[in-house]
Nanobody, 115 residues
Framework: QVQLVESGGGSVQPGGSLRLSCAASGFAFGSYSMNWYRQPPGPERDFVGGIGPDSRVINYAASVKGRFTISRDNSKNALYLEMNALKPEDTAVYYC????????WGQGTQVTVSS
């Protein structure tokens, strides 16, 4: 079955950086677009960005554009989220996703930005 396992979260000061990883298994990873979402405290889960199967198309939410970079390594079945210039409002649980809101989700990894 589809498995998505996020890692790399933690606590960081404002202005700091983190790199999240998502290990995918159970499907042909290189054939699918993949996404990152995040959920701050509360019920809403927000789109962070997505990347096409061959990395030619990448898009970002306006709130993270210019600070976050999504990449993937299809040889390793891995998705990445490089986060720079982190702000307190980036604090959230970050999720790896295949297929959008009705698709498949990982368990999430917590990112806390605080001084």
């Amino acid at each position: 079955q589809v498995q998505l396992v996020e890692s790399g979260g933690g606590s960081v000061q404002p202005g700091g950086s983190l790199r999240l990883s998502c290990a995918a298994s159970g499907f042909a990873f290189g054939s699918y677009s993949m996404n990152w979402y995040r959920q701050p405290p509360g019920p809403e889960r927000d789109f962070v960005g997505g990347i096409g199967p061959d990395s030619r198309v990448i898009n970002y939410a306006a709130s993270v554009k210019g600070r976050f970079t999504i990449s993937r390594d299809n040889s390793k079945n891995a998705l990445y989220l490089e986060m720079n210039a982190l702000k307190p409002e980036d604090t959230a649980v970050y999720y790896c996703n295949r297929g959008g809101r009705t698709g498949d989700w990982g368990q999430g990894t917590q990112v806390t930005v605080s001084s």
